[in-house]
């Protein structure tokens, strides 16, 4: 059974978290390559499916550590500190994710509806001058901001899956 459990447990976590890393990483230049071109369909449409992605593969990654537990627990290593260490860099990475990334990458997206809204607005009641430059909702940094966060939630993840390789001071083998 703990083959079994650890097989489930190891390609959940390449099918659930190996996406949301990927796309989570390519959210920021994305969404510079939208915000240097808000009247491109096409930079939009790419970055609202890399969002999409990371929502449902962070939904998706629950089962991770749900088959991580079963397996520890069918081992019985639950108490070994690799393990609990590897348990505490997983929350702190779902919080990562659920706090920083995806609310931030979701703030991005908003940014250009809003500053077309403006744009639209300003437009009808005649404001816009000849030659100005549409106001952005959300400037660069946010994005390069976001860059930073998406890295902590990937070397987190990195971190555990050394540790769940390597397992140091496991009496099980390695």
Not at 30 to 49: F, H, I, N, Q, V
Not at 50 to 55: A, D, S, W
Not at 86 to 101: C, D
Not at 147 to 161: K, S
Request: overall charge positive; hydrophobic content about 60%.
């Amino acid at each position: 059974m703990t083959k079994f459990l650890l097989a489930v447990h190891v390609i959940a976590a390449i099918v659930a978290i190996g996406p949301v890393t990927v796309a989570a990483s390519m959210f920021p230049p994305a969404a510079r390559k939208m915000l240097e071109a808000p009247d491109d369909a096409g930079a939009l449409a790419t970055t609202r499916l890399l969002h999409r992605i990371c929502q449902v593969y962070a939904v998706a990654g629950v089962v991770v550590p749900v088959f991580g537990f079963a397996t520890a627990s069918d081992m019985g290593v639950l108490g070994d500190t690799w393990l609990i260490v590897s348990i505490a860099l997983t929350a702190l990475a779902a919080v990562v994710l659920a706090a920083l990334v995806l609310p931030r990458q979701s703030a991005i997206l908003e940014g250009p509806l809003q500053a077309g809204a403006v744009r639209e607005g300003a437009l009808q009641a005649g404001a816009v001058q000849m030659g100005a430059a549409p106001e952005r909702a959300v400037d660069r940094t946010a994005t390069v901001r976001l860059a930073m966060f998406t890295g902590i939630f990937n070397l987190l993840w990195a971190t555990v899956t050394v540790l769940m390789i390597i397992r140091p001071g496991s009496t099980t083998g390695a």
